[in-house]
């Protein structure tokens, strides 16, 4: 069975293609088509776009993330195999009836995350491979809700369209694709060592990966984020303001806003410290 290291470019799953080896590293970028977030290096836009094998205008995330993966890759002398979706600005528009995701609805980590990598092992491998995901020793809770997702064969299965019936519908198939594996709850590695571990290499990390406004982020994370990522941040209460029903909002409940968020005075200091890995939101791959 190939294996293949899951990569989201923060410093856990790094740490896994750094001391972790596997057949194949693989990366799922997460795009906009909005100019406002244009990634300024020309050259570096073109790398990304040869990686990913389309225009490459900018990402929701902060643009240190492609930094990361591109030293991430020289530090392991391994290739990092990058793949992209559709963009944010498709998801949100049109393509799911125009309704925001939010955390009773995450259809975005599946779009933008799962469907790029389940299309690029379709390709490339096409039989159950092992998925090395990062969640650290004390996130037994993240591992355990994967593993309650098995099959009869202890295999993830990924529902897709592989045709079109007489009437015109899709066919949908569930394809057996993926056993999860969690290296660093085997090997009961915490944050602790993971932060010891990067100081001293020449790879650079964002200040937090994942989109800049994550809808799993505390309130005031993301004040906080729409400070230091103001172009981005305001690319949310963008999204936010096109809706029809006031209650579709990236908070699910609807009694808060992004640009509520954004305007909202701070009563006290933030440290980066202030914030930790719960905070900070997560795809769930």
């Not at 294996?3 to 750094?18: C, D, E, F, M, V």
């Not at 970028?29 to 244009?38: A, I, Y």
């Not at 379709?122 to 990062?134: D, H, L």
């Amino acid at each position: 069975m190939k294996t293949i290291n899951s990569l989201s470019g923060g410093k856990t799953s790094s740490y896994i293609a750094a001391n972790y080896p596997a057949d194949y590293n693989i990366f799922s970028l997460v795009r906009t088509n909005d100019k406002k977030c244009l990634v300024p290096d020309a050259k570096i836009r073109q790398i990304v776009s040869d990686k990913i094998g389309t225009e490459f205008i900018g990402t929701l995330e902060e643009d240190t993330i492609i930094y990361t993966m591109l030293d991430l890759e020289q530090f392991i002398g391994q290739k990092i195999d990058w793949v992209s979706g559709i963009t944010f600005d498709e998801v949100v528009n049109g393509k799911f009836g125009g309704v925001l995701p939010n955390k009773l609805r995450r259809y975005c980590t599946t779009q933008m995350k799962l469907v790029p990598i389940f299309n690029w092992w379709e390709k490339n491998i096409n039989k159950p491979v092992e998925m090395r995901i990062g969640f650290r020793a004390n996130e037994m809770n993240r591992a355990n809700n994967s593993l309650e997702k098995l099959n009869k064969n202890g295999l993830l299965e990924f529902k897709t369209i592989i045709g079109k019936s007489k009437n015109g519908r899709n066919k949908w198939k569930n394809i057996e694709w993926q056993k999860p594996e969690f290296p660093l709850i085997n090997d009961a590695i915490f944050k602790d060592t993971i932060e010891e571990f990067w100081k001293d290499k020449p790879v650079r990390f964002a200040y937090m990966n994942n989109c800049v406004g994550c809808f799993n982020r505390n309130e005031m994370l993301l004040k906080y984020m729409s400070l230091k990522e103001p172009i981005k941040f305001q690319w949310f209460i963008e999204q936010e303001k096109k809706r029809i029903k006031k209650y579709d909002t990236w908070k699910q409940s609807g009694h808060i806003t992004y640009e509520q968020i954004k305007n909202h005075k701070l009563q006290l200091d933030l440290f980066d410290e202030d914030f930790n890995e719960c905070d900070s939101g997560y795809c769930g791959l």
